[in-house]
């Protein structure tokens, strides 16, 4: 269970100790995370069932991956590329531009789910990061 406890620990904003690993340590760090990100935007363009969510982004999709990317980093414990770029997240502010409801939810997190599983190893790893942004995600509902 160590790991588990680990997985989501706080780590220091901005040195982070290499000693302590970590779920962006555990899962495999920079590489994994942009194979998540990617995966996750070939799954949004290529899945019929998640067309309306595709359909309400304006910015290239390049730069979402990027954007995605970046947030990930920091969220799973590795360096903070999204908020040294652009401040704190305020993910759920950031939404409210979009009509987020259980439909575009669910369709964020078939996305999601599929490109864990494709990019991460062990299927125990997959379940807890998949629950913990499930529960992120449904923070992101605004109707
Ligand atoms: C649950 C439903 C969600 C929907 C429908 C959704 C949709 C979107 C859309 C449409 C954008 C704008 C992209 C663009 O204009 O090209 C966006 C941006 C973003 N989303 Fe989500 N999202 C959801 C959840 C999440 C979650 C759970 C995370 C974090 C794990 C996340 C991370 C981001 C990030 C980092 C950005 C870039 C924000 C920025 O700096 O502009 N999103 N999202």
Known sequence: MHWLRKLFAKQPQDDRDASQSNAYDIIGGDEVIRLIAHDFYQQMQTRPETQALLAIHRAPIADSE??????????????????????????????????????????????????????????????????????????????
């Open 66 to 143: 990027q954007k995605l990317y970046e947030f990930l980093s920091g969220w799973l414990g590795g360096p903070q590329l999204y908020q040294q770029k652009y401040g704190h997240p305020a993910l759920r502010a950031r939404h409210m531009p979009f009509s987020i409801d259980e439909s575009m939810r669910d369709q964020w997190l078939i996305c999601m789910r599929a490109a864990i599983i494709n990019s991460i190893k062990k299927p125990e790893h997959q379940q807890v990061i998949i629950q913990a942004i499930s529960t992120l995600a449904d923070n992101m509902r605004n109707r």
